[in-house]
């Protein structure tokens, strides 16, 4: 069982910039794709970013595209997801996820195998 734990969320103005980070507990954090999904209330979760075990492959949501960059610390078992330039719409709960059988399965949001608990994003016009 691998536990995720997000922290860095809070509340910013429009404009403004958050790092959330997620601790995982694998053992073997190195070999895990990971992944960032996000859900507003009433919608469904949205693939926001992710990361495969080597950092060679990233894929974002087109909704994030030039605004967010993740990026993993293997030596910290940390995933990081830099958001810049927030927009109201960014408002949302921010979901950490691992897998390791494979990049896509940390992009579909129903697939990956572990999930954090979530942290709140509140972003103020």
């Known amino acids: 069982q691998v536990q995720l734990v997000e922290s860095g969320g809070g509340l910013v103005q429009a404009g403004g910039s958050l790092r959330l980070s997620c601790t995982t507990s694998?053992?073997?954090?190195?070999?895990?794709?990971m992944g960032w999904f996000r859900q507003a209330p009433g919608k469904e979760r949205e693939f926001i970013a992710a990361?495969?075990?080597?950092?060679?492959?990233?894929a974002y949501g087109d909704s994030v595209k030039g605004r967010f960059t993740i990026s993993r610390g293997n030596a910290k078992n940390t995933v990081y997801l830099q958001m810049n330039g927030l927009k109201p719409e960014d408002t949302a709960v921010y979901y950490c996820?691992?897998?390791?059988?494979?990049?896509?399965?940390?992009?579909?949001?129903?697939?990956?195998?572990?999930w954090g608990q979530g942290t709140q994003v509140t972003v103020s016009s």
């Open positions: 996820a691992a897998d390791s059988r494979g990049l896509g399965y940390v992009m579909t949001r129903n697939e990956p195998n572990y």
């Open positions: 694998a053992r073997t954090f190195s070999s895990y794709h």
């Open positions: 990361s495969s075990w080597s950092s060679r492959s990233t």
